[in-house]
């Protein structure tokens, strides 16, 4: 049984740029939220997407924008990358009120 | 507003030592869920426990125990006997329904594990 899946792993981009990254949920999950962790911190909740609609945002410009596709995996999108978005984005899957088991994250670095 | 405190920045203990993780949370909800996650230097977040608002049994899994007070809003993870493979960063979160919801993490804790 395969877990939350994502990639690319790692990802270099020049300020002002876009980025696209991507997730896979685990078996049975319909449910997808994506975190950032900046080094040293704790992960910050971005948004979280159901039935292909975002459901929660939390306090993210509108920069921060992501899809998700019938077969539950998940994309987020970046726009006019900034120095301070470098950082681990870790996605999480769950199937409705139970627990969120996260992928191993794509580290984004911002030149 | 939620929030999660992790007072203990690292933590050093020699192996087979106990040790006991500190976490205190905030929230004006009466309904909510508690969690801890592990993440070793791979970086993946492991779910390690849930427990909800209404449950205040301690809860024992092998080496691992979780001492949930409502009265002191503390929600405390101790490691018995630990073991080098232990080291890493746990973290403390809240969400107000579990799972679907999102989480509100502390800053974490670093343990390190000495052989």
Known sequence: DAGVTQSPTHLIKTRGQQVTLRCSPKSGHDTVSWYQQALGQGPQFIFQYYEEEERQRGNFPDRFSGHQFPNYSSELNVNALLLGDSALY?????????????????????? | AQKVTQA????????????????????????????????????????????????????????????????????????????????????????????????????????????
Do not use: H, M
């Open chain 2, 8 to 115: 203990q920045t690292e933590i050093s203990v020699v192996e087979k030592e106990d040790v006991t993780l500190d976490c205190v949370y905030e929230t004006r909800d009466t309904t909510y869920y508690l969690f801890w996650y592990k993440q070793p230097p791979s970086g993946e977040l492991v779910f390690l426990i849930r427990r909800n608002s209404f449950d205040e049994q301690n809860e024992i899994s092998g080496r691992y125990s979780w001492n949930f007070q409502k009265s002191t809003s503390s929600f405390n993870f101790t490691i018995t006997a630990s073991q080098v493979v232990d080291s890493a960063v746990y973290f403390c979160a809240l969400s107000e329904v579990a799972g679907a919801n999102n989480l509100f993490f502390g800053t974490g804790t670093r343990l390190t594990v000495i052989p």
């Open chain 1, 90 to 111: 870790l996605c999480a899957s769950s199937s409705q009120i139970y627990e969120q088991y996260f992928g191993p994250g794509t580290r984004l670095t911002v030149t």
